[in-house]
């Protein structure tokens, strides 16, 4: 992974926060041919800050489950309101 912006020495100092960085940046500027830790994206998920829609997806894929901000409605609930 490439990074101009960060001092990565320094950041390495802080153990958790270089797993967060380096997750956040892996999953919203690409893997460069690395795999991320299933382990470290649940360790970490709540601390990420990641592209809302990725996050959604990944979520999908993690627990199996979809992301929701709001209450969803079905179509039939849709349709009942017209």
Do not use: C
Request: cysteine-free; aromatic content about 10%; overall charge positive.
């Amino acid at each position: 992974m490439y990074n101009w912006s960060v001092d990565v020495k320094i950041l390495k100092k802080d153990k958790r926060q270089y797993a967060i960085w380096k997750l956040e940046q892996m999953v919203n500027f690409g893997l460069n041919g690395q795999r991320v830790k299933i382990s470290d994206l649940k360790k970490y998920w709540a601390d990420i800050h990641i592209d809302p829609d990725r996050r959604k997806f990944l979520n999908l894929l993690l627990h199996g489950k979809k992301y929701s901000h709001q209450k969803s409605t079905t179509r039939s609930e849709k349709s009942s309101r017209k």
